[in-house]
């Protein structure tokens, strides 16, 4: 007999229509959900509200229309997020939180607060490591040559404004100091740590028991995962959770391009099954724990 897999997405991100934020959200919400379901997604960490799009009171809403598949995680933003807050989208249904973009290093003490809380609610915290992407990715494509870069850098372009943000600010050697001084929260770093910060990554996942990384990130961070041993070698297979982190429509493709690349790195069924499901749900109290007997 034959099982069905069960896979967790801890990285999928409330949908928006950039070009019109006004719009209701409703038709993209529910096409996420369809594309994200056909995928194979059992649960998905469900990232919402606050900085950008709907409110968080909006975004949960829409959100419980499916809770089968939505685990609601708030973005926040540490600089004006108070104790008071985060304890009240705790209230309101949110099982974690996200950070981005932040204006001082992640592992600023002005920000434990948050940390505090957040550990005492037991609400995970996933945050984006290294550099933000979006636009045009250089390293494969160019408007010189590409019309659909061009189509894209035109469409950036008359929206660009200049912002406070740096990847210097979000490193995986901040969430060592994080781990350390709250050794019961935990702590999800996005895209393998960032392109450039692998190692630093590795290092922080291999030494701090509440710190796992996501491997979202798209073709480039999986090339890299491959090329430098980092999925079950530098960064063990308990310390590893899937991330779609894109487009509806590109969900099942972003699976398939996992299961090639497990396939080639002749991966364990159950270190498979560990980072498609079980690591996920462990953090989000999904699952017990499995540990091991003592000798």
């Known amino acids: 007999m034959t099982t069905t897999r069960k896979i967790f997405d801890v990285h999928m991100h409330f949908p928006r229509n950039w070009e019109k934020p006004d719009d209701d959200p409703t038709p993209l919400v529910e096409r ?14 469900f990232l919402c509200g606050g900085r950008f ?32 807050r985060v304890a009240e989208l705790h209230d309101l249904g949110y099982a974690g939180l996200k ?11 002005d920000y434990f607060p948050v940390y505090e809380k957040a550990q005492e609610l037991d609400m ?30 035109n469409r950036w372009a008359s929206q660009m404004q200049g912002r406070n943000v740096s990847a210097t600010r979000m490193r995986p050697f901040h969430l060592d100091t994080i781990a350390n001084n709250f050794p019961r929260l935990k702590l999800i770093g996005a ?11 590795a290092s922080v996942a291999r030494w701090r028991h509440n710190v796992s990384f996501d491997f979202s990130g798209g ?26 982190d894109c487009a509806a429509e590109k969900i099942a493709d972003h699976i398939r391009r996992w299961d090639t690349i497990f396939d080639l790195l002749d991966v364990p069924d159950d270190a ?24």
């Open 99 to 109: 950070m981005i973009g932040v204006l001082r290093d992640y592992d600023c003490p």
């Open 272 to 295: 498979r099954e560990r980072m498609w499901w079980a690591n996920g749900a462990e953090i989000f109290g999904l699952e017990s724990p499995d540990w091991a007997a003592p000798a």
């Open 53 to 84: 799009g709907i409110s968080h009171e909006e975004s949960i809403q829409h959100a419980r229309r499916h809770p089968d598949l939505w685990i609601p995680t708030a973005i926040i933003d540490p600089e004006t997020t108070t104790t008071a």
């Open 219 to 244: 073709t480039t961070i999986e090339r890299h995962a491959v090329e430098r041993r980092l999925i079950g070698h530098e960064i063990g297979f308990e310390k590893l959770i899937f991330g779609s």
């Open 191 to 201: 895209h393998l740590g960032g392109t450039g910060n692998y190692d630093e990554a």
């Open 124 to 153: 995970p915290i996933l945050l984006h490591m290294g550099v933000i992407g979006g636009g045009i990715d250089y390293s494969i494509t160019h408007p010189r040559r590409d019309p659909e870069a061009a189509k894209t850098y």
């Open 32 to 45: 996420l959900y369809e594309h994200a379901v056909a995928a194979g997604i059992t649960r998905a960490n």
